[in-house]
């Protein structure tokens, strides 16, 4: 089973910047996709940012060009660099681990609080 933990999320004015990290307790290396959800109150949870174990990404509309994710191998850890912050991106991020072992897993992290302020 591989065990995510969040952390970075915190208060920042509208135009800040935060970057949240995904530490996972496996080697991430073979894990196919690592994500970035969010989830604000009364809304569903929504998929922010993608990256696959080849280094390919992807990002939800709202968020491209603002928001960037990588990973450390190395460290077993995934970002997210958020930019240019809107309080419409304050919601509860969580970190998610998508791979396929004989069939697909999912694993995920207990959430981090971005709140930005207008």
């Known amino acids: 089973q591989v065990q995510l933990v969040e952390s970075g999320g915190g208060l920042v004015q509208a135009g800040g910047s935060l970057r949240l990290s995904c530490a996972a307790s496996?080697?991430?290396?073979?894990?196919?996709?690592m994500r970035w959800y969010r989830q604000a109150p009364g809304k569903q949870r929504e998929m922010v940012a993608t990256i696959t174990s080849g280094g390919s990404t992807n990002y939800a509309d709202s968020v491209k060009g603002r928001f960037t994710i990588s990973r450390d191998n190395a460290k077993n850890t995934v970002y997210l660099q958020m930019d240019s912050l809107k309080p419409e991106d304050t919601a509860l991020y969580y970190c998610?681990?998508?791979?396929?072992?004989?069939?697909?897993?999912?694993?995920w992290g207990q959430g981090t609080q971005v709140t930005v302020s207008s």
């Open positions: 496996v080697s991430i290396a073979s894990i196919n996709y």
């Open positions: 998610n681990a998508h791979w396929y072992d004989g069939e697909w897993y999912d694993s």
